[in-house]
């Protein structure tokens, strides 16, 4: 899921007036209207949510939209193509599910309630995977979080702090409702052509217990974890935009099984490089 990001565009516009009088009689220009709806496609060589990689170390194509209304609300749909869900199945055994997107639905009030460029935001997040072939008994995958942010400005230093809290079980796992995720970004605008550093981190931790372990085994000593990023963004103008990122993770295994395991037992959570290309519309 992405992150609302809604940025206002200015129009400017001068001109050298002949004489003082034209100028005094001439019309302002009025620049137009920004539009409450923006839309994105990104290409990127992995997928990869909260450190873990959702479509098994392959490509994946991606997009959505927003629209942010004056008063501050919001509503948007962001999508991606994933494996992590057959490949899961797979794994144990189930070659029959199926489940190639991830569909997130949001909406939320931003509002710059501390001071300009220090928007405070709060809404609820729906990860919907439309699954077909899930064996009885498994644990939906489907997931609601609601969170909250506080979106920071310091001169070229931008960035955020949010907590998302997981209403329902999360993302397939057993009894985890009440999971949740602390994380901050920070951007760094560098004023050079057009480059823009970026770092985060998060921890996830995943509550209750596996499903049907005697004796019980938190769910959270075996799948939670911390993320980490660093990368660099650059603007190429047009709306269009390339990322190149480096994320790992601490995420462990049991055994000789990660506990974010491929189908081939590769570490999902592993230390990777992303490189993906965004066009904003």
Not at 3 to 27: G, H, I, R, V
Not at 67 to 90: C, T, V
Request: glycine share 12%; net charge neutral; proline share 4%.
């Amino acid at each position: 899921m992405k992150t609302l990001q809604k940025s206002a565009l200015a129009l400017a516009a001068s001109s050298l007036l002949a004489t003082a009088a034209f100028a005094q009689t001439a019309p302002a220009a009025e620049a137009p209207e920004a539009s409450p709806i923006t839309a994105n496609v990104t290409v990127v060589n992995d997928y990869r949510y909260r450190g873990i990689s959702q479509s098994n170390y392959k490509p994946a194509i991606q997009g959505g939209f927003d629209y942010a209304h004056e008063s501050g609300l919001y509503i948007g749909n962001w999508n991606s193509s994933i494996s992590w869900i057959s490949d899961a199945a797979s794994a144990g055994g189930n070659k029959n599910v199926s489940a190639p997107i991830e569909m997130d639905f949001y909406a939320g009030i931003k509002k710059e309630l501390i001071g300009e460029g220090f928007a405070s935001d709060l809404g609820v997040l729906q990860y919907y995977y439309p699954t077909s072939g899930l064996p009885s008994g498994a644990t939906n995958p489907n997931t609601t979080e609601i969170y909250a942010a506080q979106n920071f400005t310091f001169g070229p230093i931008t960035g955020f702090a949010k907590f998302s809290y997981a209403a329902t079980t999360l993302f397939g796992f057993s009894n985890s409702a009440g999971s949740y995720y602390p994380d901050l970004t920070v951007n760094y605008d560098t004023g050079i052509w057009g480059l823009a550093l970026n770092a985060h981190v998060g921890y996830q931790y995943v509550a209750g217990n596996v499903q049907g372990s005697k004796p019980a085994i938190s769910n959270s000593s075996l799948y939670s974890y911390t993320d980490y990023k660093l990368g660099v963004t650059k603007d190429l103008g047009g709306g269009l935009s390339l990322a190149a990122a480096y994320i790992t993770t601490n995420a462990g295994k049991t055994g000789s099984t990660y506990n974010y395991a491929s189908p081939t037992n590769r570490n999902l959570g592993g230390s990777t490089g992303i490189v993906s290309l965004t066009k904003t519309f």
